[in-house]
């Protein structure tokens, strides 16, 4: 933050390091991964929000294809959702180009009727006086775009917010000497902040919950399934027929299941050497464990010419 009147600038840091948060490289998506966070609301409630990967970051649409496909595996574990939340600030000159990707692809995971679970929340708000500024204007006309998807964009499920009123919180208990008057205005942003914030969570609890395959069905979803299927299904196939080879001579062999990192893929189309364990030959699945998302992108684009011999994965045996 900028302070005193030469404008210096200052880093604050609050809280604990957080290694799904990159806070460094300005451009890039702040979270590398998906991560849920829960929220008690009562004895009977509890709340949980989904941070996901932003769009367009400085890798390119093809960082924004991989962010899409990382929602859409974390998503394949989610029996229902009440709601998708899309942030944005509220005087932008234009929209991300990646939006109208975006927008096509929940349609054709979540199906059609998910338009009534879209939720528009707007972040440094107090310039335009809790208003979505400009950027309505631009949302509106991008939605002309699905003419025969009637996407609803008014204020019961439109919200604004400022964290300005935290950041000068932060500031004080680094002991940043700021302007006494302005206290106030902090004081009034953070009242408005929490109201729609309280407004907010009301209408997440009275929204009917979006049901994977009830209302949550599509051709697309259906894949991911199918899928996510072939793994342990080859698995359990390979484990009947090795187990009994393992009987015919009286042995055995201890499988162990190992933790992966969140970035680690199968791949289909490597070659694959088998390796001898006693008197069995076993051939590995080829994994690649690249350090992060953008040596991921350059396994897949340099190595191969087709993502879906990929698969994103927890463990390996």
């Not at 008057?181 to 209408?203: I, K």
């Not at 049901?211 to 599509?218: A, D, F, P, T």
Request: aromatic share 14%.
């Amino acid at each position: 933050m900028t302070i005193n009147d030469n404008f210096d600038e200052k880093i604050i840091k609050f809280g604990d390091i957080d290694s799904n948060a990159n806070h460094n490289d300005i451009g890039q998506s702040v979270a590398q991964k998906c991560k849920s966070y829960v929220f008690n609301i009562s004895n009977e409630k509890k709340l949980r929000i989904i941070d996901i990967p932003g769009f367009g970051d400085t890798h390119g649409t093809d960082q924004d294809n991989l962010n899409m496909e990382e929602i859409f595996s974390f998503l394949h574990n989610i029996p229902y959702l009440n709601g998708i939340c899309l942030l944005f600030k509220p005087e932008i000159v234009q929209l991300n180009s990646y939006f109208h990707s975006c927008c096509t692809q929940l349609f054709d995971y979540f199906g059609e009727n998910i338009r009534d679970y879209f939720i528009f929340c707007f972040t440094n708000a107090r310039s335009t006086f809790f208003a979505p500024g400009n950027t309505r204007k631009l949302l509106n006309t991008f939605f002309d775009s699905y003419p025969a998807i009637k996407i609803p964009f008014e204020k019961m499920n439109t919200f604004c917010f400022d964290s300005e009123a935290f950041r000068y919180l932060v500031a004080i208990q680094d002991s940043i000497d700021l302007v006494p008057n302005d206290r106030s205005e902090y004081e009034q942003s953070w009242s408005r902040s929490v109201t729609e914030s309280q407004r907010f969570h009301d209408f997440l609890c009275k929204k009917r919950p979006y049901r994977k395959n009830i209302e949550w069905r599509s051709t697309q979803d259906a894949q991911f399934q199918i899928n996510f299927m072939i793994r342990p299904i080859l698995e359990a196939m390979r484990n009947i027929y090795r187990n009994i080879l393992l009987h015919n001579v009286n042995s055995s062999i201890k499988l162990s299941a190992m933790p992966t990192n969140s970035l680690s893929v199968i791949c289909y189309k490597c070659n694959r050497n088998p390796e001898k364990f006693d008197q069995f030959w076993i051939l590995p699945d080829h994994i690649h464990n690249p350090l992060n998302m953008v040596s991921l992108i350059f396994y897949i684009n340099i190595f191969h010419s087709k993502r879906i011999s990929h698969l994103l994965i927890e463990y390996v045996v």
